[in-house]
């Protein structure tokens, strides 16, 4: 197996996040974070974190995502920029473009887009 270095998101608690969009919230417009976000609803607009963003599995997000690390889990249809990191797990979609410094794609999920790496 391989260690990817600023996966420590992947041990966060609940009770870790400083925001969650249950499962029962459907939210349109743009939302602004300044604090880790865990999403497990639906979202459709704009999200954009200075710090971490988690799509929890069942979760459907239609938006353009901007934040420090991403974690995908659920299904995302827009473009997700990660200054640091994206990672997709095998259970994630992503229909869309990733910009970001590092990516990981497991085996299994599911990536349409095209991967920009920057520095």
């Given at each position: ?46 999200i954009d974190s200075t710090s971490d963003l988690v ?40 229909d869309g473009d990733i910009t970001t410094e590092k990516?990981?794609?497991?085996p299994g999920c599911n990536f349409g887009g095209k ?5």
């Open positions: 197996m391989f260690d990817v270095k600023d996966t420590d998101f992947f041990d966060l608690e609940e009770e870790s996040f400083d925001t969650i969009v249950e499962d029962d919230i459907s939210f349109t417009g743009k939302i602004k974070v300044k604090k880790t976000i865990l999403i497990r609803g639906k979202i459709n607009g704009t799509v929890d599995t069942d979760s459907v997000v239609n938006a353009d995502i901007t934040a420090e690390r991403v974690l995908i889990r659920g299904h995302v249809k827009g473009n997700v920029v990660g200054r640091k990191l994206i990672f997709v797990t095998s259970s994630g979609v992503l990516v990981v794609l497991e991967c920009t790496m920057v520095k």
